[in-house]
C-alpha cells in the first residue's frame, strides 16, 4: 500500500518516471491515511470547492494561480515566472480568488487551510469529488 500511494503520487506531482519514496511523502502519508474520512472531503469541498466549480465554468486557472502562489511563498513574481504569465495576471488572479472565497489571503490560518486544501487536491482531487488539475 506504501508503494502504490509513493508511486500514485509521484506520477501526480512529477510525472511518470519520477520516483518517490513513501517517507518523503510528508503531509501526503496524513492525507491518504485519513482518505476514507468524511471529515477530509468536507475539509476539501468547504475550502476549495467553490474555487474549483468557478475554474471548472470558466477556465480561469485560479487552483493552479493560487498552487503557484503558495508554492512561491507567497511572490506574485515567481507564481508568474511558474506559470509563464505575467505578474499583473497572477495579482488579478489573486484578487479573484479572494471575492470569489471571501478569504483573506493574508491571514496565516486561511493560508494553513487552503494550502492543505490544495495537497488534497494533488493527491486525492478525484476522490473527493474533482478532477485533478
Same mark, same amino acid.
Given at each position: 500500500? @506504501?508503494?502504490r500511494q509513493?508511486l500514485?503520487?509521484g506520477?501526480r506531482?512529477?510525472?511518470p518516471?519520477?520516483?518517490?519514496l513513501?517517507?518523503?511523502l510528508?503531509?501526503?502519508?496524513?492525507?491518504?491515511a485519513a482518505?476514507?474520512?468524511?471529515e477530509l472531503?468536507?475539509?476539501y469541498?468547504q475550502?476549495?470547492?467553490g474555487?474549483?466549480?468557478?475554474d471548472k465554468q470558466?477556465?480561469?486557472?485560479?487552483?493552479? /494561480?493560487?498552487n503557484?502562489?503558495f508554492?512561491?511563498?507567497?511572490?506574485?513574481?515567481e507564481a508568474? @515566472?511558474?506559470?509563464?504569465?505575467?505578474?499583473? /495576471?497572477?495579482l488579478?488572479r489573486?484578487?479573484?480568488?479572494r471575492?470569489?472565497?471571501?478569504?483573506?489571503l @493574508?491571514?496565516s490560518?486561511v493560508?494553513?487551510?487552503?494550502h492543505l486544501?490544495?495537497?488534497?487536491?494533488?493527491?486525492?482531487? @478525484?476522490?473527493?469529488?474533482?478532477?485533478?488539475?
Amino acid at each position: 500500500a @506504501e508503494a502504490r500511494q509513493a508511486l500514485l503520487l509521484g506520477r501526480r506531482l512529477s510525472g511518470p518516471g519520477h520516483l518517490t519514496l513513501f517517507g518523503e511523502l510528508g503531509v501526503y502519508r496524513l492525507i491518504f491515511a485519513a482518505e476514507s474520512l468524511p471529515e477530509l472531503g468536507d475539509l476539501y469541498q468547504q475550502t476549495l470547492g467553490g474555487l474549483i466549480a468557478y475554474d471548472k465554468q470558466n477556465n480561469a486557472g485560479l487552483v493552479s /494561480t493560487l498552487n503557484a502562489f503558495f508554492t512561491a511563498n507567497g511572490s506574485p513574481k515567481e507564481a508568474a @515566472e511558474r506559470l509563464g504569465v505575467h505578474r499583473n /495576471t497572477v495579482l488579478y488572479r489573486l484578487d479573484r480568488i479572494r471575492e470569489i472565497t471571501g478569504y483573506d489571503l @493574508e491571514d496565516s490560518g486561511v493560508r494553513m487551510r487552503l494550502h492543505l486544501a490544495l495537497h488534497i487536491h494533488l493527491a486525492l482531487g @478525484e476522490v473527493v469529488g474533482a478532477p485533478l488539475g
